[in-house]
């Protein structure tokens, strides 16, 4: 729960204050990139909760521990042949954290 309390301070913080924050931690060569900084938060929240679900299902050697690997190949089909914009890999990459993380965390609370 703490990640996603973070991970939803960061995605607000992005939000609201984004110039400011990439002024900070970069340059003003990357305010470019505004506009995708709270899709990064969010991507990196989700990917935490994939990576630290996924390692808890693999120590406890249950058979959840093959979500992840199942719905690589579908992220990577989906890459392939929706993935010709910016914003489709962007859709595709938060999409599909969000399918996996929800899959993962129902099998936590299910087991």
């Keep these: 729960s703490s990640i996603i309390i ?10 609201k ?32 909760i994939i990576a630290l679900v996924s390692n808890y299902h693999i120590s406890n050697g249950s058979i959840s521990a093959l979500i992840t690997p199942v719905v690589i190949p579908i992220h990577i089909c989906l890459l392939i042949f929706f993935g010709i914009s910016l914003e489709n890999i962007i859709t595709i990459n938060v999409g599909s954290a969000f399918f996996t993380a929800g899959i993962l965390i129902v099998s936590v609370l299910h087991s």
């Excluded at 973070?6 to 939000?15: D, K, W």
Aim: glycine share 4%.
């Design 17 to 48: 204050y984004t110039t400011e924050v990439l002024l900070v931690i970069f340059s003003s060569k990357f305010l470019e990139i505004a506009p995708l900084a709270p899709y990064a938060a969010l991507f990196g929240m989700l990917v935490t």
């Design 6 to 15: 973070v991970g939803s301070l960061i995605l607000l913080l992005y939000e």
